[in-house]
Nanobody, 131 residues
Framework: EVQLQASGGGLVQAGESLRLSCTAS????????LGWFRQAPGKGREALLC????????YIDDSVRGRFTISSDNAETTVYLQMNNLEPEDTAVYYC????????????????????????WGRGTLVTVSS
């Protein structure tokens, strides 16, 4: 079973940066898929970025394009979410996610972010951006 451990949340001021980490256990070291989602107060969960580590392909939601990036350290089965120029609207609980039944390491990243796959969820880490 896949387990996801997210960390790195905290309180920052608008304009600052923050990096979240998600370490996965129970995944294949060379071709796993992970993604980052968030849920703001009073809103539904939304997909941000997903990555297929077999070739580094990424899904990037338009809402964070240019400010957020996703990267991976395959040796550590860890995925990072680098968030720059944070805004108060980025305040949310951020979740790491992985497909429960990986099907295609070349395309699962897209399906994961589009909500097409049964998903394991990490516990979430809170990011608060003050104005």
């Amino acid at each position: 079973e896949v387990q996801l451990q997210a960390s790195g949340g905290g309180l920052v001021q608008a304009g600052e940066s923050l990096r979240l980490s998600c370490t996965a256990s129970g995944v294949s070291r060379d071709d796993y898929t992970l993604g980052w989602f968030r849920q703001a107060p009073g809103k539904g969960r939304e997909a941000l970025l997903c990555i297929g580590t077999i070739d580094g392909s990424r899904y990037i939601d338009d809402s964070v394009r240019g400010r957020f990036t996703i990267s991976s350290d395959n040796a550590e089965t860890t995925v990072y979410l680098q968030m720059n120029n944070l805004e108060p609207e980025d305040t949310a609980v951020y979740y790491c996610a992985a497909p429960q039944h990986p099907r295609d390491p070349w395309n699962d990243f897209d399906d994961l972010c589009r909500g097409r796959l049964p998903t394991y969820w990490g516990r979430g880490t809170l990011v608060t951006v003050s104005s």
